[in-house]
């Protein structure tokens, strides 16, 4: 039987384990998802530990997905946007992977949002908002990035200097995202706090496609005002599935099931 594990903390409430093992019980694969919650001093002889006694794959979220970095060989993808969430053990060290990139890029080619030659806003300047930020910028999408703390905003900015990312604090959201084809939302604003929203309403519009990162609750405040303005709204659990599905296909080599996948999950949200 393969053993594949979540690393974070807290990790009791990850609806990860029920979206891979239904998507192992669809392939027929002798596996097992579990999570873990090692100590955060002991992160390194948790990823050796795990190579050692023939743990599958991991996968890893807050607070562990920078900690991590020191601890396996990243791809180039999770060297630029500096964090990991997928691991994969084959021969040699561990290899750490970053599929909340493809997350986001997966989600819009779902709803056929075309990405390349568009002109992108992302709101949000930690973890989410430096995956999404690298994944619209690779992608060829002209990306502004807008945060509260607008200096957190322009390092992140600076450190992708080479994609042509810009950058600026909340305020510029009015002038930008009028001439945007596609917003993301990568704060934590909505998030168990159903009516409020990190973009005023009054500047979304038709043309827009919107990502909100946050998935609890699923119809966001920004969602919402999307759908109001005849935006094309693509929900958060459609980011979660994909950077799912991605890492299964890193640790199984086959293409996942991503209809059982993405079943699993919006059952339980
Ligand atoms: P994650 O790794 O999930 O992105 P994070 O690194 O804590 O989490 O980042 C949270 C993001 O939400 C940040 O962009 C944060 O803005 P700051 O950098 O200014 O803190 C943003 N955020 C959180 N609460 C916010 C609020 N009430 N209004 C605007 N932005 C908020």
């Known amino acids: 039987m393969d053993v594949y594990g979540l690393i974070g903390r807290p990790v009791e409430h990850s609806l990860s384990p029920p979206m891979h093992e239904a998507a192992y019980e669809a392939h027929s694969l002798d596996a097992r998802y579990v999570t873990l919650e090692p100590d955060p001093d002991r992160i390194g002889e948790a990823v050796a530990g795990a190579d050692a006694i023939g743990v599958a794959g991991l996968n890893v979220t807050v607070p562990f997905k920078q900690d991590v970095l020191p ?68 992608a060829g999408a002209e990306t502004f990035v807008a945060n509260r703390t607008v200096e957190r905003a322009e390092a992140l900015a600076a450190d992708f200097s080479a994609l042509g990312v810009d950058a600026g604090g909340l305020a510029a959201l009015d002038e930008r995202v009028p001439e945007a084809d596609i917003l993301v939302n990568a704060t934590s604003v909505g998030m168990d706090a159903p009516d409020t929203s990190p973009v005023p309403a009054d500047v979304l519009h038709e043309e827009l496609a919107v990502l909100d990162a946050v998935y609890s609750p699923l119809r966001t405040k920004l969602l919402r005002d999307a759908a109001t303005a005849g935006a094309e709204t693509v929900d958060g659990a459609w980011m979660l599935l994909y950077q799912g599905v991605a890492a299964f296909e890193r640790w199984t080599g086959v293409d996942a099931p991503v209809a059982v996948m993405n079943e699993s999950l919006r059952d339980r949200l």
């Open 71 to 138: 601890h396996v060989e990243p791809t180039p993808t999770a060297e630029a946007v500096g964090a990991v969430n997928t691991i994969t053990f084959d021969d040699g060290a561990p290899e750490g992977h970053n599929t909340d990139v493809a997350g986001v890029v997966r989600a819009f080619a779902h709803h056929d949002v075309e990405i390349d030659g568009q002109s992108a806003v992302v709101v949000g300047a930690g973890g989410a908002g430096r995956a999404a930020t690298y994944a619209l910028a690779d």
